[in-house]
């Protein structure tokens, strides 16, 4: 496949005639809502024959929050693509328990499509920072047998193959007794058949400073669980200030440390798949509106707006004004920055790519991936 960014004047039939590809082709890949209307500036992927070349082999995982029938129609959509799926989450509770999630069309969606089956437990919610709760059970071995023992009861009851710990805001002073749970839940699940893994914040030295990072000890856990999920994503945060959400010079400073102290063989780069809507000027703690990449295109289609490209954080960008005159910029992913991240998985020889999350539209992104790699499946 080869990328293509329009140019001032050009038209799909133009495109179509310099590549010799019939539009309708071009149309389909991309799923162009508007392709009578292409913008300066927009990507577009053109599904070109290319030499035959032997594509590195990796894993691919993917996040699923929508549950149910709904997270099982995102599994069946693009499980030809995945190796695992991790629905987020069974949330923990301080007696060693877990608050359940309408999980079971989703585990016989990814059964179907080959895809493993991974339990993701977590410390946090939508209002709770979480790190209180993350203390009582770091700190108390009693709740810790009792939570391993439920985990693993309920990975045989539903099928999950493994386990994705996500403990977030843990305290800097509880930094050892995470290392030493990662460790027991090694020592539990293993005999078991489970594999171990993990989500880690994106750090950029082992003395980075910060709530999110203190406690996530990358060396500790490059040693002991089988794999980690850098969460190499949300620097442009939905309350925070505009910017590009998953900026490539910023992922290329946290896995420069990663692969200094974990196998590159354990690490997964994290990939956000949608699109975020700030307004301008922004208001400290106003919140920005996230869609997916689709949704992107069609309001700078609807707005007559070039879309832009930021060269450090290769990431397309674009402003345009609503209909009461408000001032917005839009940050998002297209066929150009997919392609830097699969160049930059490749760089680093990681062991696949993890994505956050299912049910945001984003044909490119697939379209290039199985350009790019052969999907490892495992079931």
């Known amino acids: 496949m080869q ?44 599904p070109t024959a290319a030499p035959s070349t032997a594509k590195p082999v990796i894993d691919v995982n993917a996040y699923t929050i929508n549950t149910g029938e709904t997270g099982a129609s995102e599994i069946h959509e693009v499980g030809k693509d995945l190796t695992y799926w991790m629905p987020f989450a069974y949330r923990m509770t301080d007696a060693g328990g877990l608050e359940a999630i309408d999980d079971s069309a989703m585990i016989q969606a990814s059964i179907e499509e080959k895809v493993v089956p991974v339990l993701c437990i977590t410390n946090f919610s939508a209002t709770e920072a979480g790190s209180t709760l993350a203390h009582t059970i770091l700190s108390n071995t009693n709740i810790q047998e009792r939570l391993l023992t439920n985990i693993i009861t309920l990975m045989k009851d539903k099928g999950y193959r493994g386990i994705n710990i996500d403990f977030e805001n843990v305290l800097p002073a509880d930094r050892v007794l995470y290392n030493q749970f990662l460790q027991l839940t090694v020592d539990r699940l293993h005999p078991e058949g489970f594999f171990v893994s993990t989500a880690l914040a994106p750090k950029v030295s082992a003395e980075q400073k910060g709530l999110l990072y203190e406690a996530h000890d990358y060396e500790a856990h490059g040693r002991i669980v089988d794999f980690v999920v850098i969460m190499t994503y949300e620097w442009g945060y939905r309350l925070g200030p505009p910017q590009a959400i998953s900026p490539l010079n910023q992922i290329k400073r946290v896995l420069d440390y990663a692969v200094t102290v974990i196998p590159r063989d354990k690490i997964f780069f ?26 992107a295109v069609r309001r700078a289609v609807q707005h007559d707006v070039a879309i832009q490209y930021d060269k450090t954080a290769q990431s397309p960008f674009f402003r345009y004004a609503d209909d009461q005159g408000q001032t917005h910029e839009v940050w998002f992913e297209d066929a150009r920055s997919a392609q830097a991240k699969f160049d930059a998985v490749k760089q680093y020889k990681l062991r696949g790519i993890s994505y956050w999350v299912l049910g945001y539209s984003y ?6 991936l199985e350009d790019n790699f052969t999907i490892r499946k495992r079931m």
């Open 270 to 295: 994290g990939f956000q798949i949608y699109a975020r809507d700030w307004v301008l000027p922004h208001v400290a703690g106003t919140e920005a509106e996230t869609f997916s990449q689709q949704e």
């Open 3 to 46: 990328i293509h960014v329009v140019k001032k004047g050009e038209s799909l039939w133009d495109i179509s005639r310099r590549f010799g590809m019939p539009m309708d082709q071009i149309i389909n890949v991309n799923e162009l809502e508007s392709p009578e209307k292409l913008l300066v500036g927009q990507a577009i992927i053109i």
């Open 363 to 368: 044909p490119q992104n697939w379209a290039l």
